[in-house]
C-alpha cells in the first residue's frame, strides 16, 4: 500500500539533495518519476530541482491553481512515484490531491520540505502534511552552535535576523540561515538591545 511521505527539516538540512538521490534510487531501478515543485519557488529558474551541492534535475511546476490529481491522472498516471520539493509552498488542497494519489492510485508520495517559516509558524502545505501523511520523518541540521537547527533565520542585507514581514521570501543561503531556538532568541536580545527590532 502506497503512502503519502513528509520529510522535513530547516534549511541546509540537504531536503532537495535527498530528493533528487530518492529520484535517482527510483530511476536506477527502471521506474518513471514525476519531479515537481511548486511555482512559487522560481530561485533555480523554471522547471528545474537544484540542491547547493550541485545536483540537479528537471521538474514540472505546479502553480497554487493546479488541480494535482487531475495532472497526474490526465497527464503523468504513468509515472510509478511522485517526488515533491519545497512542499511547504504546496496550497493544502493540493496536499490532499497527493494523498488521494496515495491511496487511490497506489503511488507513492515523497514531499521533502521545511515545517516552519522563519517566525517559527508552519506553513499551510507543511501543517496539512502534518495532519495527513503516513510517515513524517526529520532530516537533521545543525547550527553553528552544534545543537539541532530547527529554525529558518531569515537575514536582512545587514546581517540582521527579521522577525516580521510576509511569510514567504524565496531566497537561499544569502537570505536564511538554519539555528537552534536558543541562538535565535538570544540574537533576538541582543538586537532588541541594540534597538535593531
Given amino acids: 500500500m502506497a503512502k503519502l511521505y513528509f520529510k522535513f527539516g530547516a534549511m541546509g ?12 534510487n527510483y530511476e536506477e531501478r527502471g521506474m518513471k518519476v ?11 529558474g523554471a522547471s528545474v530541482v537544484r540542491s547547493r551541492i550541485g545536483l540537479e534535475a528537471p521538474c514540472i511546476m505546479v ?3 493546479c488541480d494535482i490529481f487531475e495532472l497526474f491522472t490526465k497527464k503523468h498516471a504513468d509515472c510509478d512515484v511522485i517526488i515533491v520539493d519545497e512542499c511547504q509552498f504546496l496550497m493544502p488542497e493540493q496536499v490532499d490531491q497527493l494523498g488521494r494519489i496515495a491511496l487511490e492510485k497506489d503511488i507513492p508520495v515523497l514531499c521533502f520540505g521545511l515545517r516552519t517559516d522563519f517566525a517559527t509558524h508552519l ?5 496539512r502534511l502534518f495532519e495527513l501523511a503516513e ?8 547550527c553553528r552552535c552544534g545543537a539541532k537547527a530547527t529554525v529558518n533565520a531569515r537575514m536582512d ?3 540582521n535576523i527579521v522577525y516580521k514581514g510576509d511569510q514567504i521570501c524565496i531566497g537561499g543561503n544569502n537570505r536564511y540561515e538554519a539555528m537552534c531556538r536558543r541562538c535565535w532568541e538570544r540574537r533576538k536580545k541582543e538586537q532588541k538591545m541594540k534597538g535593531i527590532i
Fill in 13 to 24: 538540512c540537504s531536503k532537495t539533495a535527498q530528493a533528487l538521490i530518492t529520484k535517482f
Fill in 34 to 44: 514525476l519531479l515537481m515543485k511548486p511555482a512559487i519557488d522560481d530561485r533555480e
Fill in 63 to 65: 502553480p497554487e491553481s
Fill in 123 to 127: 506553513f499551510p502545505g507543511s501543517r
Fill in 135 to 142: 510517515s513524517i520523518t526529520e532530516i537533521k541540521s545543525v
Fill in 157 to 159: 542585507d545587514n546581517g
